[in-house]
């Protein structure tokens, strides 16, 4: 009998998911951080002085901001970019794929 083995990331037919972007889950760790803050996106772009489109596009994983942005808008949220950094480093190992190749079933 094959033994059945759960993947930690996302399976699509049979072949795990590709690794999300590092821009996604930048933007998916600050947009959760922003929603547990309780804030809006008018309030954190005016804080972190970028428009609440350029906000928007960041937390969804369409933009690619630079450094000065994330430090701007981590800062707005009350993290430091390195903060930022860790968590999305570690969202990311967690949800990765392993480096080697994987038996499905003995």
Known sequence: MAEIIAFPWPVRSGRPAPE????????RELREERHRAGRTLT??????????QYLSEVERGRKEPSSEVLGAVAGALGLRLVDLTVRVSRTLHAT???????ALAA
């Open 43 to 52: 309030d954190v772009a005016g804080t972190a002085g970028v428009s609440t």
């Open 20 to 27: 999300p972007l590092w821009r996604e889950a930048v933007g």
């Open 96 to 102: 990765s794929a392993p480096a080697g190749p994987l």
